[in-house]
């Protein structure tokens, strides 16, 4: 392969054959970066697929075990209870608790923080102009567009001459 490599390159110039040299080696290196890359991926994926199925053999025997339980004679049926009824009375009451116990100590005030409560949680994009069907940055003098895409231009020429990487 070197030896093909060689050949084609004969014609060239010193500086143009350093520079075809180095053009191959960046592709062979991209290469390699995608197969590990690949490789990683593969290797992930075997992993999750390894926990899931952990997860439902853990489901699968639960699941029986909860069947057994039905089927015995110890069995005693009771009417239906939802849970999140239960989760929504306990943190009012936890809610309701804090404030006492914020200035209890220092012990409780250095205990992690909980998830925020459901009913604080953004369902919805609030925007600042309601009557706006766009984003206001869409609204720009053509000018000033001009002038901005200008700078970032000149500050992109300006990072290649200086040989960092553009993004």
Known sequence: ???????GLEHL?????????LQLVLEAAAKADEALKAKERSEEEAK?????DQATLLDQVKRVKEIEAIESDAF???????SKEVKKSTEAAELQQEPV???AGAAEAAAPEKEPPAANIPTAIKYQDDNSLAHPNLFVQ???A???WFQRLVALRQERL??????
Not at 13 to 21: F, G, S, V
């Open 1 to 7: 392969d070197s030896a093909n490599i060689k050949a």
């Open 162 to 167: 200086m040989g960092s990487p553009v993004a």
């Open 101 to 103: 116990n914020v200035g």
């Open 76 to 82: 005693v049926p009771q009417t239906f209870r939802s």
């Open 13 to 21: 110039t010193p500086a143009e054959q350093a520079k075809a040299r």
């Open 142 to 144: 053509k000018a000033e």
């Open 146 to 148: 001009e002038e901005k």
């Open 48 to 52: 999750r697929r390894k926990e899931e």
